[in-house]
């Protein structure tokens, strides 16, 4: 980059050559704020596991994708990802420049400035749920004490400018809404509406708070992916006995989140001074990948490449003791085991929330959010 740098001032100074711009260029080059202009945009990353790439594996003893066959398509073993290969804040990094993020537990984390993964497999928003995983509190949490390590990294002025630059994504509150209809498995009727609405309020009224501790610590742009279609999850569908392509009532549910969460973040737009996001419809994108996949370009996109049972949708994928099966190609499914999209998927999802236009990705995509001031 640097030396891009000298040779474009040295063609200039050719055709104009004055001294005092010389003496300019030499103070530009030798100022500390080159090198800061030369840094890409950080990320952040918060979430399940669906962006977790080894929080889990690193945090936790014996959890998280660290047996064969998850990562073989492309790390050759398992790295914490549930995936064949890479999740989508994977390929997100990639596109704006960055080296694949540490998660905040790996052993190697140094260096802050580019940012970090705090996501983790099976984490819910609400706390009293599923009380062995890193949820988005304790996320948010290590995200605070990182902030207190990444001032005395770089300095309070530098680590506030990079807070504010950064772009922070979140992918939640779909196992909160998993765990509904597991409690839910052994009764005879469907949930009430009362339920399902209470939940969504705790989980927005939770989100809500959470958001507001990142903007207070300098984040301004904000990346969210809406909840999936959760009725075409194979381990769903398994668990409640659906045949078929999507069960509704989980879709129902998704939606309804979906719809209050973005009147959420509306509504925190006009509260937040430069508060900016982008919002990616993962629901209609997967969904559609279910029902389509031929489409686009999946031989399988109801059976799991990994797993047993109906749909390969119970997650034995991994299990010590347990008979599981494994495709052979798994570029030719949509999903990698029964809850958990292919490397080849991930990568369709990042690129359209990357670049996609506006039916896919509003009011901005990532790569306009990225280069946002
Ligand atoms: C957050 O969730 C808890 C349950 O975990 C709930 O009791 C509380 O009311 C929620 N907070 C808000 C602000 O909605």
Known sequence: MRRTTTTKTKIRTNTRMFPATLLFIILISL????????RKTPLFVFGDSLYDNGMTFYGRKNMGAQDWPYGQTYFQRAVGRYSDGRVIPDFIAEYAGLPFLQPYFSPGLQDLTNGVNFASAGSCVLVELRPHTINLMRQIDYFKEMVQRLK???GVAEANKLLSEAVYMFNVAGNDYVNLFEKNVNKK???????????INMILGNLTVHIKTVYK?????FAFQKVGPLGCLPSIKHMLSYKGACMPEPQEL??????AFVALIKNLETQLPDFKYSIYDFYTSLHHRVLYGATYGFRESQTACCGSGAYNGDFTCQKKGS????????????WFDSAHPTDRANQDFSYEFWSGGPDLVSPYNLQTLFAAN
């Open 323 to 334: 008979t599981f099966s494994v495709c052979s190609n798994p570029n030719d499914y949509l």
């Open 31 to 38: 100022s500390p704020s080159l090198s800061n202009a030369q």
């Open 189 to 199: 009727r469907s949930l009430s509406n009362f339920k399902k609405k209470r939940r």
């Open 152 to 154: 005395q990294q770089v």
């Open 217 to 221: 610590l300098g984040g301004r742009k």
């Open 254 to 259: 998704a939606k309804m989140h979906n719809t």
